[in-house]
C-alpha cells in the first residue's frame, strides 16, 4: 500500500481531532435547537487560540448532518481558518460520494498519511442511511493491508487509527445498535500487528479513554450536542462543545486531552427524546 503523503515534523506531533460537526446547508440550520455553524466556530476560536503548530486535523465523520453541498462547503470554509492540513472520513449522517467529489484534487479523502515515524489509517465506516457503522470487506482488508505495510516498513514504528463510529459498545442503553456492527472482527484485525497504539473515533458524542484488548480508545465529544453516557434512554448532556488533541510521540506515548468550550452552556433541546 503506497502512502500518499509523507511528513517529517517536530517531536511530538500535534494533531487536534474535529468530530461530529453536523453542518447544514443553511447558516440558520439547527441540531436540537443548537445552531451547529456557530458551536463550530466557537470551537475553532478555541483551537486558534490555544493551539500551535497544528501538524494535522483529523475530522472523525458526522461533518454535516444534511450531506448538502453547501454543508461541505461550510466545513471547508471552517475549516481553513486554521491554516493546517486535514483529513476527513465520512459517518452516518454523511454522504461518502458526496465528500468524495467535493474532495476531489484536494488531500482531504487520503487514508493513510505518514508523519515522521507514525502512520495515520482513516477508515470509512458508513453505510448510506444507516446510523449504525460497518467495515466493508474492502475496508476491512485495506486496513489489513495497511497494518500489514507499517509492520513491514521499518520508517514507521506506530500506528493511530482512526473512525467514525464506535468499535466498542457505548455505555447508554439506547446506543445498543449503533455503533460499528463488526468491531470484534476491527480488533481481531489490529490484534494480528504491534504497531497499533491508539483507536480514534467520534460518533457517540462523549469523551472516553479507556483501554480495550490491550489499545487505547480515544472518544471524543461533537463540536454541538453532547451525549450523556450510561442512561438507559437518550438524553442530552449538559456540557460544552469541544475537541480533543493528541501528542504523538516518536517513542509510541500518547498524550491526549478534551478541551471545551469555556463560559455557560449551550442552548439546546435538553428535553429532547431523540436526535
Ligand atoms: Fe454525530
Not at 27 to 35: D, H, I
Not at 67 to 73: G, L, P, Q, R, V
Amino acid at each position: 500500500m503506497a502512502v500518499m503523503t509523507v511528513l517529517t515534523t517536530q517531536n511530538p506531533i500535534n494533531i487536534v481531532q474535529i468530530t461530529d460537526t453536523h453542518l447544514y446547508g443553511k447558516s440558520a440550520g439547527t441540531l436540537l435547537k443548537m445552531n451547529t455553524r456557530e458551536t463550530l466556530g466557537h470551537v475553532l476560536n478555541l483551537v486558534i487560540e490555544d493551539e500551535s503548530d497544528i501538524d494535522l486535523v483529523l475530522a472523525t465523520g458526522d461533518i454535516t448532518q444534511d450531506a448538502s453541498d453547501e454543508a461541505y462547503n461550510n466545513f471547508l470554509e471552517a475549516i481553513s481558518n486554521l491554516d493546517a492540513p486535514f483529513r476527513w472520513i465520512p459517518g452516518n449522517h454523511d454522504n461518502a460520494a458526496v465528500m468524495d467529489r467535493i474532495a476531489e484534487g484536494t488531500d482531504a479523502g487520503e487514508k493513510v498519511v505518514q508523519i515522521n515515524n507514525w502512520n495515520i489509517i482513516l477508515l470509512d465506516t458508513s453505510i448510506l442511511g444507516q446510523v449504525h457503522g460497518k467495515l466493508s470487506a474492502t475496508e476491512l482488508e485495506f486496513l489489513e493491508s495497511s497494518l500489514q505495510a507499517a509492520d513491514i516498513d521499518a520508517s514507521i514504528d506506530h500506528c493511530l487509527v482512526c473512525l467514525h463510529h464506535n468499535p466498542v459498545p457505548g455505555s447508554a442503553g439506547w446506543m445498543k445498535d449503533i455503533g460499528l456492527q463488526n468491531g470484534p472482527k476491527f480488533f481481531e484485525v489490529v490484534k494480528k500487528f504491534e504497531k497499533v497504539r491508539c483507536v480514534l473515533y467520534g460518533h457517540i458524542h462523549q469523551e472516553l479513554d479507556f483501554i480495550h484488548q490491550d489499545v487505547r480508545c480515544l472518544c471524543s465529544p461533537s463540536t454541538c450536542i453532547q451525549f450523556k453516557p450510561k442512561v438507559m434512554n437518550f438524553s442530552l448532556d449538559k456540557v460544552n462543545p469541544g475537541y480533543r488533541t493528541l501528542k504523538l510521540f516518536a517513542d509510541g506515548k500518547v498524550e491526549s486531552k478534551v478541551v471545551r468550550v469555556p463560559g455557560s452552556t449551550f442552548e439546546a433541546d435538553y428535553n429532547s427524546p431523540g436526535y
